[in-house]
């Protein structure tokens, strides 16, 4: 029988942005309407069911509980009257933080970073994606570890309790150290093969071209489009996280590695980003980006803005991009011709319909003969 979705309340909190962010990402100013709006996707994801939302502005966050008191009693009126299993943050919280406010809301607490990671736990599939997964929180969960208190003891289940030791209390730092070790050691083996690929492929002479974007841009639609790759493509963050390579014979008679890897996001976990660096090497070691976008997504250019982070965060901010903006099937007369213009080299296609696929593959054998 199935379980029913906990319920839970999101809050946001608009702070000025952070200048000494030690990420690009960090660094991002959101807004804070689109933050929220993405929370609730990410809740969705996770499997919970949003039943209310807050929003409050700071200088800073408050040391205790990270938002006013006024705001923490309207949150716990909120709690009581949604009867909610969960308060979801869209800002990072502080062990001490999440302790102080389960003990006065009396439910779970979690926040963005958390919420993520569940994510990735549910969806990695193969074995190298789960290693990562596990090192991620494996990391997370040590940062965490003192004065843990109620966090530690959760034994329900549930969205943020999945994953390495987050319900064992005997868990002390000595032995996450030990496991995130072994896990370091596990992935550094699978990076080693996966170069050892890589070194085949370039003795092939073929040229690489890696698929990045934005989580639910559509880049798997647009794999299977292309190669026929049969990518797993469902309408869900984050709802691919393994690397999938296929051979792409283009109009000129070349042929070009295709790569599809893990969506970004806005505030995506450092955990993540260190953890998956075997994986993102496929973006920085490829010839060609080609930067999938969501051109119908009302926050778009703060999407491109989230990638070119990361990007620069793994180094391959200085590759050769092709913008592919992609589901222009769903703007009336597709893109504006600014932002073709902004963004070239550029063009719009419909991943699902399979619109503008010979356009694409023409800009393509264009950028690989460049």
Known sequence: MRSKPEKAVLIGIEMPPLSRARSPVARLRVPLAESMQELERLAATAGASVVAGITQKRERPDQRYCIGSGKLEELRTMVLAYKADMVVFDCSLSPSQARNLEEILGIKVIDRTELILDIFAQHARTREGKLQVELAQSSFLLTRLTGHGVLMSRLGGGIATRGPGETKLEYDRRRIRKKIAELKREIEKVRAERSLRREKRRSSHLPTAALVGYTNSGKSTLMNAL??????????????????????????????LLTDTVGFIQKLPHQLIAAFRATLEEVAESDLLLHVVDISHPYFEDQIAAVYSVLEEIKASNKPILTVFNKADRLAGGPPETTLKEYQPSLAVSALYQQGMDDLLKALSEQIRA
């Open 227 to 256: 190669a026929k790759a049969e990518v797993p493509a469902e309408d869900k963050l984050f709802a691919t996280l393994d690397t999938t390579v296929r051979r792409l014979y283009l109009p000129s008679g070349k042929t070009v």
